[in-house]
């Protein structure tokens, strides 16, 4: 028997976790906010990722983090769950830094990202 299966993540921000999705070209929608399992199961979320088999991907928010929360058994992304939650994690991180260089005064000079999908950012701040 299949069920929705909740993971738990470190993603607390939801303007990132969306800016997150998107660079990774990831579609996604919170209107309805419904995660559609087997036998038309169905759970809330609050960012749902919908997939072609109509069983939903979503993200819900369980008062400290974002869980992930999907039927993993009709898991059909081109990335494993765990790769999908790695590249989500980093890209995330990314943002995040980004975002608190950002209200730091810190702007970035420099970005390379290195075969294994390691990426080196150099921030730099101007003082007048």
């Known amino acids: 028997m299949s069920h929705f299966s909740k993971i738990k993540t470190a993603l607390k921000d939801l303007d990132l976790l969306k800016q997150s999705l998107n660079d990774l070209a990831i579609k996604w929608y919170v209107k309805d906010n419904i995660v559609k399992g087997y036998k038309d199961q169905i759970t809330f979320a609050n960012i749902v990722i919908p997939q072609n088999n ?20 009709f898991w059909q992304q081109p990335w494993s769950v765990e790769f999908f939650l790695n590249k ?20 970035p000079v420099n970005e390379t990202v290195k075969e294994n999908g390691l990426i080196k950012l150099t921030l730099q701040r101007w003082r007048p």
Not at 55 to 65: A, K, P, R, T
Not at 95 to 103: F, G, P, Q, T, V
């Open 54 to 73: 109509n069983y939903d991907i979503g993200f819900v928010w369980n008062g400290v983090e974002y869980q992930l929360v999907a039927d993993l058994q």
């Open 88 to 107: 989500l994690t980093q890209r995330y991180a990314y943002n995040s830094i980004l975002k608190m260089a950002n209200d730091t005064g810190f702007h």
